[in-house]
């Protein structure tokens, strides 16, 4: 495994520095650790490290000493932001209301070489994969090096859209570090998107990169760009998938999400709720990585898949991948989905309407290393004819872990051969325990979530109509994602208050 190189330029951000303040940066001799550099007008000039910020200076800052640092960097852009010429380093600037400039922050930017190899047979798969993670992550970092293997090592013909110059660094001449990869300014931010669709019909890429895709334009751009067949690797706000699927702006990006209001057949069909929230369309991006730490990713690699399971309150969990520190990979496989469970082959009969004849009375449910508390708010949120009986002899059903079920599997055996049916499930969450109620009664009516969306919707119009806000009914954790999700639809505020078992949702203007 290729090691980890970095390069940094730090000579030539030290030479837009007044000398008194670049004097004291080289005595600390910290430069691997620097971040960033502050300068405020009246202020002590600070460097500032991982958790640390260090005084430069006990004078202030002066306006010399601004305008000299602001004659040796590139013009200042709208957003307030220069650079200097074949660097990564970033300057932006503060000023006042007159427009002058009163303080600078001074962003050191480092090319790191060989962060691509954790997800390089992701890259080479030839489709268009999401970065997420909190700012200052690496995001930016890995699209530059991702940006340089498409172009040096597989001879694609990569275009970068560089809003920021965050990407190829600052001048008319691209920082060495995105390789052969061509780079395209945009004059001004509001203009990202109309740059990226310009790089598709005037430049004939293979790969488009795109850093910060923040708005619904680009959203839009990005999806007319996968649309035409073009490898799309960009960034966006957000931590992780979950929240890109909340975010009304970027969550066409996953496909976008609305709420669906069933007829009455189609929702026996699906075994469903009437209102149920859908996928509106294909996502724009095959893959989403959500960067943990610098050197720990989760992968999702279907994202249709995993968003249609998300609407369904299922829990995918994404492949994890780590570097070792001897630079190795090491990757965890994504599990199975949490909602769901696995059952052993029973007996019990099924009428003629799909459904077990033991559903038409009262099912006497076995738990057997299953929490009580969490199956008996199972069966009074389905609102299901069934009692937990004390004894595996009592039971029409039994309902154990996987853990349990290997440890004894003779006894279960035994209770498939007295028509009792087993279900095994893969772990003791509220979740697991639902479904596999859910699947004893083959329910095709789910009257609490059919209850709760329709509260939800009745609120959400209350509040469209007379902006007064309005509480909603007490609902358990999957329930209330649901009625979040409906809200976030309509574009009204909504929040949980309360404490368990009386927590809800309260919806607002």
Request: net charge negative; proline share 5%.
């Amino acid at each position: 495994m290729s090691e980890l190189k970095i390069t940094d330029d730090l000579d030539l951000l030290y030479q837009a520095i007044p000398p008194l303040i670049e004097e004291r940066l080289r005595a600390i001799n910290r430069r691997d650790e620097l971040l960033e550099v502050v300068l405020d007008l009246g202020r002590e000039p600070e460097a500032r490290f991982p958790g640390e910020a260090v005084s430069l200076s006990a004078a202030p800052v002066t306006r010399d000493d601004l305008e000299y640092c602001v004659s040796r960097v590139g013009s200042f852009t709208l957003d307030n932001r220069a650079g200097i010429e074949r660097t990564l380093h970033r300057i932006s600037a503060l000023r006042n209301r007159q427009g002058a400039v009163v303080g600078l922050t001074c962003r050191i930017g480092r090319c790191v070489y060989g962060t691509v190899n954790i997800i390089r047979d992701i890259v080479e798969s030839g489709k268009s994969i999401l970065l997420l993670g909190r700012p200052g992550i690496g995001k930016t970092t890995k699209l530059r090096e991702v940006a340089r293997v498409l172009a040096d090592e597989l001879s694609k013909r990569v275009v970068i859209v560089d809003t920021s110059n965050e990407i190829a660094g600052d001048g008319d001449i691209p920082h060495p570090g995105i390789g052969r990869a061509r780079r395209m300014q945009v004059p001004r931010p509001d203009l990202q998107h109309a740059v990226m669709i310009e790089a598709v019909e005037n430049h004939m890429p293979e790969v488009i990169v795109i850093d910060e895709i923040g708005t619904e334009a680009e959203a839009l751009a990005a999806r007319t760009i996968a649309e035409r067949g073009v490898q799309l690797i960009g960034t966006a706000h957000g931590n992780t998938l979950e929240n890109l699927l909340m975010n009304p702006t970027l969550s066409d990006l996953i496909g976008g999400i609305h709420a669906v209001t069933l007829s009455d057949e189609e929702a026996k069909r699906r075994g469903t709720q009437k209102t149920v929230l859908e996928r509106k369309a294909p996502p724009t991006f095959d893959i989403v990585v959500e960067i943990m730490e610098i050197n720990k990713l989760a992968i999702h690699h279907d994202v249709s898949e995993v968003v249609d399971r998300m609407l369904r309150g299922m829990i995918s969990s994404p492949e994890i991948r780590f570097r070792k520190p001897d630079g190795e990979v090491e990757a965890i496989a994504a599990q199975q989905p949490e909602y769901g469970f696995e059952e052993m082959p029973s007996r019990f009969e099924v009428a003629e309407t799909g459904r077990p004849r033991y559903s038409s009375r009262t099912l006497r449910i076995f738990p057997y290393g299953v929490s009580r508390n969490k199956l008996e708010r199972a069966l009074t949120d389905l609102q299901v004819r069934a009692e937990i009986v004390k004894h595996p002899e009592q039971a029409d059903a039994i309902l154990t872990l996987k853990s349990s079920y290997r440890r004894g599997p003779d006894k279960f055996h035994a209770a498939v051969a007295a028509n009792v049916a087993v279900h095994v499930l893969r772990s003791n969450t509220y979740q697991q325990i639902l479904g596999a109620v859910r699947e004893m009664f083959h329910l095709t009516s789910l009257g609490a979530e059919e209850r709760a969306m329709r509260e939800a919707q009745e609120a959400i119009q209350h509040v469209l109509e007379t902006s007064e806000p309005a509480e909603l009914s007490p609902q358990p954790s999957y329930l209330r994602r649901l009625q979040h999700q409906l809200a976030n639809q309509y574009e009204v505020h909504s929040e949980s208050v309360g404490v368990e078992p009386n927590r809800r949702i309260r919806v607002s203007k």
